[in-house]
């Protein structure tokens, strides 16, 4: 009988099991065993929990979810990979084809041959082992700990909105939306050279933290019209980029009310409304660039870079650590976001 191991198995909506599976094996010379040390809850993981479906991803077979994470080499059948046994890694999730002409010319997120973890059917790292090939595994310095090394995969979107946003060194930019992601991109556009931030969220703790981690103004969107405010804050001329957080109808709308004459619309999150009314005349006249973002391509090496030197924080992000058995509550427990948390991890 072949090796096992601990997973946490989404069968159906609200069925997580934490059950024994079969470990994998690496077979090809690119691959690499790696032992899962921290994986992040993402909003995508629970919202399988709890619809079964995202986009065109349903869940038809049980899948491990789970796909923000760190761990350690085990194995490796080729050292010409550059990795060996002992090494700590951060886990690129989505492996590309390598061939096709978006692989080719640096556009691998929108690849139509990748392979996603907990993309069902692909299984995700909320389990013990991983095989995963070695071009998608990126070494940490020991500076940085396995918990940031699986925060590496949200700040990758961040930093991917802050690129396709075009942010420039001096711009004014609004960060609609105060979740870990839009955390990560405030910290990433400020990065780039974003002089002024400015955050929106309705919750406190949540632009407290925005705080922290570099805003120059928060709004709390609960007790004023906030589009207004972003008006007022930069004087009638608006932001040069808007970045849509929230994944929300009204964060869109706020966004292309917010943003500067020539500026930029970047979408991050994911609305649940795929046709929300949108003012297409404002679009053309005022000749604003609305950018869609999937994922993000090439962006863990400097987002490790930018952890190991303290230029974005991400441990603070992290509120509450879980053991693998505790998976299916912690969907829960994210999911109604319990005890203010805003990144939970789990140390299989
Ligand atoms: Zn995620
Ligand atoms: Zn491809």
Not at 162 to 179: I, N, P, S, Y
Not at 196 to 204: G, K, M, N, P
Request: with cysteine; aromatic share 6%.
């Amino acid at each position: 009988m072949s090796e096992t191991m601990k997973a946490a198995v989404l069968h159906d909506v609200h069925d997580m099991r934490v059950e024994q599976v079969p470990k994998p094996e690496i077979s090809t010379e690119r691959d690499v065993l790696v032992r899962v040390r921290s994986v992040g809850v993402c909003g995508s993981d629970v919202h399988f929990f709890e619809r079964g479906v995202i986009g065109k991803y349903r869940l038809n077979t049980p899948t491990i979810m789970g796909h923000e994470a760190a761990g350690d080499v085990v194995k490796v059948l080729d050292e010409s990979c550059g990795l060996q046994p002992g090494d700590r890694v951060a886990i690129e999730p989505g492996y590309t084809c390598r061939r096709c002409e978006f692989c080719k010319s640096g556009r691998y997120n929108v690849c139509s041959d990748v392979v996603f973890l907990a993309a069902p059917p692909v299984h995700g790292a909320f389990c013990e082992y991983l095989a995963w090939p070695s071009d998608f595994l990126f070494k940490l310095p020991d500076s940085v700990s396995f918990d940031e090394g699986a925060m590496i995969e949200p700040l990758a979107v961040g930093l991917w909105a802050a690129k396709r946003g075009g942010v420039e060194a001096g711009d004014c930019v609004a960060v609609l939306g105060a979740g870990p992601i839009g955390l990560l991109t405030l910290q990433a556009a400020s990065a780039e050279g974003a002089t002024r931030i400015i955050v929106s969220d309705l919750e406190d703790g949540r632009l407290e933290l925005a705080g922290h981690f570099g805003a120059t103004d928060v709004i709390d969107a609960s007790e004023s019209d906030a589009a207004d405010t972003v008006m007022e804050l930069t004087g009638g001329r608006g932001v040069d980029v808007a970045f849509e957080c929230a994944g929300a109808v009204p964060t869109l709308q706020m966004a292309m009310r917010v943003v500067r004459d020539g500026g930029t619309v970047q979408l991050v999150g994911m609305p649940a409304e795929q046709h929300p009314e949108i003012p297409l005349y404002e679009i053309i006249n005022r000749e604003l660039d609305v950018r869609g973002l999937f994922r993000y391509v090439n962006c863990y090496p400097p987002a490790i870079s930018l952890v190991a030197t303290n230029r974005v924080r991400v441990e603070p992000l992290v509120t509450h650590h879980f053991d693998l058995d505790e998976a299916p509550e912690v969907m829960t427990f994210v999911h109604e976001r319990r005890d203010g948390v805003v990144k939970a991890v789990i140390s299989p």
